[in-house]
């Protein structure tokens, strides 16, 4: 009774753990699903230009540039600048890159591109909160500003109906607002009311992600803070929350652009959008990452193209395994429709049945010859072996004279294993006939062409690949089949006259006898 | 579209009448009942008749055994002047590799269909055995050389070719379904079910046929011979039976095929045992395993010790069809 629990609970592990690796594959790594799933990458492309102040000179511009963030994920970023020198640095949580030559002189352009992936795991990384300080202003400002405040403050509960309150007296014809907003600007007004109302908030540039557009500017934005969370509002229509195709650009009250040695800076932008299936983006995001990466991604290309292949094994053996126990297919050898089906994944399947075909009745015939010999057994497999390299490479020329390059690919067929199949199959046709042949042949073909089938499936590839969680889970499943004690599907089959037999007769156990003749 | 089923029962029909199929049989009885370190003693027929002689069963005479390559060529004199003899690779499976001699022509030898073989075909199907062409997983193999089996004259007509033989189902030490399968022209000489031979059903009790069945189908007459089948009767049933039973001690295994044959002259003889003993056996006999094997399981739950004659008596008693 002890290994019948502990067996269950084996079956359970493996289920969990496989279920659970496969889950944190799909939500740490968000490897899809699905192999067709697609990501959205931005490549933006900043240009940088301004005037060198005199002939020759040292010029050094420090550029904002966007970080991975809510929303996106900075994926690559390449500045080019030919006579520049060029470093990435952090300041105040604004990332920058600093372009730096000695000598310019006149009209410069520099260029930043990043590549970045719209995605909706990402989270923002440390933001600092603004802290609470505004100018001092003149008694008439401080006092209309505070007007405003109050007036807004009256009509609303919390933070998010104050900001809507102060948006809508600022865009409304009221005096104190016409006033302020003579000489600043919409967000500006905004925020320094918003830190005198004890709101933490500051002036963002944020570029709006549209595809193929060129000479786009950055737009600002007002970042208000409600507790921890932050919301973007957007001073040209009040509206407020995260933004979907908004990225923020500079985003921690720096300047844009820090030029020394230069004047008239000012930066275009222009963005494209693309889409790359998943594992290409996502390979890009995990490069280096410190989350615990089992992955196969980690390999190089070459090892991975066999694990691809070896990780498909499990789902052929399951196929195999379910044939035998819950169908009942008899075929010659257990897993050698396995290794077919791996040779037909390299052929592909109509090459691959006519190529396994063509070799193993031309062996059979060789062997029919061999037999005559009285040859010992080993030396007569390994004769076989010999004749079916043979038979390859003699299908492999002439159909490449004929100018079928698919000939070519019979070589992947697993020659030792033809030739025990060539060899089980003429003593099966000597022994049972050559029914038995067809019946055991034909099975193990339909068994490697489903294998074939559920292995060639691009879903399961992808899955098998990826989610190595899956064969635990298989593991569990052919665990599970070891334990089937039901009928075959062949056996229903086989005793169907029997019952009909009985049931026709009445009681079962008693009946058709053979009447005694006496 | 569903067409296709009318071809297959319903699982619930067939357990209703408790037959026995290959994955119950390979998970709830072989599995537990026939511990595998004891596989040797019944698929390495020279190692049953070893502890078959040791427990005093019936099994055919040895005439010699050829174990390596180099020892073919001695196989004229290890017969001498015998002209009938059968030679078998001691790990072989379902009849395979069997030979049969059953005369001398000349410098040729016979096989049962007068068919002519030279000593030559003789020593290549030996060097075949040795070489494991007929063991399970291409194992170098044994061969050997016993007496020929003159098999009853009370099967005569029921046979074609081949020795019939009855294989009893012996489920711990309890014999629970029995039938003799006579070989045919469409098996080859062989006694196997799928190839053609012929399954009789035989009543627990009185060794008589209940029914018959070829390919599935039930017969009344031997398709070669055109003997009536419902006249078959095994003699000796008792002995055979016990036979059969004492296999249990002898083996240790808890759920075996038994294959004996009754020679004029000897009685009983154990051909071999069965460690993995096929299906077809239910379709003979119309009627499942799965019945008897738990009545069998629930009975030695209370009183788990009996004789051999004790389980012949009860299986007599519970598993027969006729009284007489």
């Given at each position: 009774?002890?290994?019948?629990?502990?067996?269950?609970?084996?079956?359970?592990?493996?289920?969990?753990?496989?279920?659970?690796?496969?889950?944190?594959?799909?939500?740490?790594?968000?490897?899809?699903?699905?192999?067709?799933?697609?990501?959205?990458?931005?490549?933006?492309?900043?240009?940088?230009?301004?005037?060198?102040?005199?002939?020759?000179?040292?010029?050094?511009?420090?550029?904002?540039?966007?970080?991975?963030?809510?929303?996106?994920?900075?994926?690559?970023?390449?500045?080019?600048?030919?006579?520049?020198?060029?470093?990435?640095?952090?300041?105040?949580?604004?990332?920058?890159?600093?372009?730096?030559?000695?000598?310019?002189?006149?009209?410069?352009?520099?260029?930043?591109?990043?590549?970045?992936?719209?995605?909706?795991?990402?989270?923002?990384?440390?933001?600092?909160?603004?802290?609470?300080?505004?100018?001092?202003?003149?008694?008439?400002?401080?006092?209309?500003?505070?007007?405003?405040?109050?007036?807004?403050?009256?009509?609303?509960?919390?933070?998010?109906?104050?900001?809507?309150?102060?948006?809508?007296?600022?865009?409304?014809?009221?005096?104190?607002?016409?006033?302020?907003?003579?000489?600043?600007?919409?967000?500006?007004?905004?925020?320094?009311?918003?830190?005198?109302?004890?709101?933490?908030?500051?002036?963002?540039?944020?570029?709006?992600?549209?595809?193929?557009?060129?000479?786009?500017?950055?737009?600002?934005?007002?970042?208000?803070?409600?507790?921890?969370?932050?919301?973007?509002?957007?001073?040209?229509?009040?509206?407020?929350?995260?933004?979907?195709?908004?990225?923020?650009?500079?985003?921690?009250?720096?300047?844009?652009?820090?030029?020394?040695?230069?004047?008239?800076?000012?930066?275009?932008?222009?963005?494209?959008?693309?889409?790359?299936?998943?594992?290409?983006?996502?390979?890009?995001?995990?490069?280096?990452?410190?989350?615990?990466?089992?992955?196969?991604?980690?390999?190089?290309?070459?090892?991975?193209?066999?694990?691809?292949?070896?990780?498909?094994?499990?789902?052929?053996?399951?196929?195999?395994?379910?044939?035998?126990?819950?169908?009942?297919?008899?075929?010659?050898?257990?897993?050698?429709?396995?290794?077919?089906?791996?040779?037909?994944?390299?052929?592909?399947?109509?090459?691959?049945?006519?190529?396994?075909?063509?070799?193993?009745?031309?062996?059979?015939?060789?062997?029919?010859?061999?037999s005559?010999?009285?040859?010992?057994?080993?030396?007569?497999?390994?004769?076989?072996?010999?004749?079916?390299?043979?038979?390859?490479?003699?299908?492999?020329?002439?159909?490449?004279?004929?100018?079928?390059?698919?000939?070519?690919?019979?070589?992947?067929?697993?020659?030792?294993?033809?030739?025990?199949?060539?060899?089980?199959?003429?003593i099966l046709w000597e022994e049972e006939g050559a029914r038995q042949?067809?019946?055991?042949?034909?099975?193990?073909?339909?068994?490697?062409?489903?294998?074939?089938?559920?292995?060639?499936?691009?879903?399961?590839?992808?899955?098998?690949?990826?989610?190595?969680?899956?064969?635990?889970?298989?593991?569990?499943?052919?665990?599970?089949?070891?334990?089937?004690?039901?009928?075959?599907?062949?056996?229903?089959?086989?005793?169907?006259?029997?019952?009909?037999?009985?049931?026709?007769?009445?009681?079962?156990?008693?009946?058709?006898?053979?009447?005694?003749?006496? | 579209?569903?067409?296709?089923?009318?071809?297959?029962?319903?699982?619930?029909?067939?357990?209703?009448?408790?037959?026995?199929?290959?994955?119950?049989?390979?998970?709830?009885?072989?599995?537990?009942?026939?511990?595998?370190?004891?596989?040797?003693?019944?698929?390495?027929k020279?190692?049953?008749?070893?502890?078959?002689?040791?427990?005093?069963?019936?099994v055919p005479v040895l005439i010699?055994?050829?174990?390596?390559?180099?020892?073919?060529?001695?196989f004229?004199?290890?017969i001498?002047?015998r002209t009938e003899f059968c030679i078998k690779p001691a790990?072989g499976s379902g009849g395979k590799g069997i030979l049969v001699v059953a005369g001398r022509s000349g410098d040729h030898f016979l096989k049962p269909n007068r068919q002519k073989i030279t000593v030559h075909d003789i020593e290549r199907h030996i060097?075949n055995i040795?070489?494991?062409l007929f063991?399970?997983?291409?194992?170098?193999?044994?061969v050997l050389i016993e007496e020929l089996i003159h098999f009853d004259n009370v099967f005569d007509g029921y046979s074609f070719e081949g020795v019939p033989d009855s294989r009893v189902?012996?489920?711990?030490?309890?014999?629970?379904?029995s039938m003799m399968r006579l070989s045919t022209a469409r098996s080859d000489g062989k006694a196997n079910l799928h190839q053609g031979a012929v399954g009789v059903g035989l009543?627990?009790?009185?060794g008589?046929a209940?029914?018959a069945v070829q390919f599935n189908t039930?017969v009344y007459v031997h398709p070669d011979t055109g003997s009536d089948l419902s006249k078959l009767q095994v003699p000796?049933?008792?002995?055979v039976?016990?036979?059969?039973?004492?296999?249990?001690?002898?083996?240790?295994?808890?759920?075996?095929g038994t294959d004996i044959v009754l020679d004029r002259d000897k009685g009983p003889m154990l051909l071999e045992?069965n460690?993995?003993?096929g299906?077809a056996i239910?379709?003979a006999?119309?009627?499942?395993?799965?019945?008897?094997?738990?009545?069998?399981?629930?009975?030695?739950?209370?009183?788990?010790?009996?004789?051999?004659?004790?389980?012949?008596?009860?299986?007599?008693?519970?598993?027969?069809?006729?009284?007489?």
């Open positions: 009774m002890m290994s019948r629990k502990s067996y269950y609970l084996i079956i359970t592990l493996l289920f969990l753990l496989g279920a659970a690796l496969m889950l944190y594959r799909n939500i740490a790594f968000e490897v899809p699903w699905f192999p067709s799933e697609q990501r959205e990458i931005w490549s933006v492309e900043a240009k940088i230009r301004f005037s060198a102040n005199q002939e020759n000179q040292p010029v050094k511009l420090s550029f904002a540039v966007p970080r991975s963030q809510r929303g996106f994920t900075v994926l690559s970023e390449t500045p080019s600048s030919p006579g520049y020198g060029v470093n990435f640095t952090q300041d105040k949580n604004q990332g920058r890159a600093i372009y730096a030559t000695r000598e310019a002189s006149g009209p410069q352009e520099l260029f930043y591109t990043v590549n970045i992936l719209k995605d909706p795991a990402a989270r923002d990384q440390e933001v600092k909160i603004p802290r609470i300080r505004f100018s001092e202003d003149d008694d008439i400002t401080t006092s209309a500003k505070n007007a405003l405040i109050t007036a807004a403050r009256g009509r609303s509960a919390d933070t998010a109906t104050l900001v809507t309150e102060l948006y809508k007296i600022i865009s409304s014809a009221d005096q104190n607002a016409k006033l302020l907003l003579k000489d600043t600007k919409a967000s500006v007004l905004i925020t320094d009311l918003l830190l005198r109302a004890g709101i933490p908030a500051r002036v963002v540039n944020v570029l709006n992600l549209k595809d193929k557009r060129k000479r786009q500017s950055l737009e600002d934005m007002v970042q208000f803070f409600d507790g921890e969370d932050y919301f973007l509002l957007d001073p040209r229509d009040g509206s407020f929350g995260h933004p979907e195709d908004v990225l923020l650009w500079e985003y921690n009250s720096t300047p844009l652009i820090d030029l020394t040695g230069g004047s008239n800076a000012e930066a275009s932008f222009s963005m494209a959008r693309k889409y790359v299936p998943a594992r290409t983006a996502l390979s890009e995001k995990f490069s280096n990452t410190e989350l615990i990466n089992f992955s196969l991604d980690l390999l190089p290309l070459e090892e991975q193209a066999i694990f691809r292949d070896i990780l498909l094994l499990p789902v052929g053996v399951l196929v195999v395994v379910f044939l035998r126990i819950v169908v009942g297919l008899k075929t010659s050898g257990t897993f050698m429709p396995v290794l077919i089906a791996m040779a037909f994944m390299k052929t592909h399947l109509l090459v691959g049945v006519v190529g396994l075909l063509l070799i193993v009745s031309i062996g059979l015939i060789i062997r029919f010859y061999l005559r010999l009285n040859l010992l057994l080993v030396a007569r497999i390994s004769s076989v072996i010999i004749a079916v390299i043979g038979i390859i490479v003699f299908l492999t020329v002439i159909t490449f004279q004929f100018g079928i390059t698919e000939g070519m690919k019979i070589t992947f067929f697993p020659m030792i294993i033809l030739s025990w199949t060539i060899e089980r199959m003429s042949v067809f019946v055991q042949g034909g099975g193990s073909l339909l068994v490697a062409i489903l294998a074939y089938l559920a292995m060639s499936s691009l879903l399961i590839q992808h899955l098998t690949f990826n989610f190595l969680g899956l064969q635990l889970i298989i593991a569990a499943l052919v665990l599970m089949l070891g334990n089937y004690s039901g009928y075959r599907l062949t056996e229903l089959k086989r005793f169907k006259p029997l019952v009909d037999e009985l049931s026709a007769q009445g009681q079962p156990g008693s009946s058709g006898k053979i009447s005694s003749g006496d | 579209m569903f067409g296709f089923l009318k071809n297959y029962t319903s699982p619930f029909k067939l357990a209703k009448i408790g037959i026995m199929g290959m994955n119950v049989r390979n998970c709830r009885y072989i599995s537990p009942y026939n511990p595998r370190e004891l596989y040797p003693l019944v698929d390495d020279l190692q049953t008749k070893r502890i078959a002689m040791k427990y005093g069963v019936t010699g055994c050829i174990r390596h390559q180099h020892e073919v060529g001695g004229t004199s290890l001498g002047d790990q060097s040795l070489a494991g063991s399970l997983g291409g194992k170098l193999d044994k189902i012996v489920f711990r030490g309890f014999p629970v379904m009543c627990l009790n009185t008589r209940v029914r039930p000796h049933w008792e002995r039976l016990t036979l059969a039973s004492s296999c249990y001690e002898m083996s240790g295994l808890g759920y075996i045992l460690a993995r003993p299906l239910q379709i006999n119309a009627a499942g395993l799965l019945p008897r094997l738990r009545q069998i399981e629930k009975l030695l739950k209370d009183d788990p010790r009996m004789t051999v004659e004790e389980r012949v008596a009860y299986s007599r008693k519970h598993f027969g069809v006729y009284q007489e």
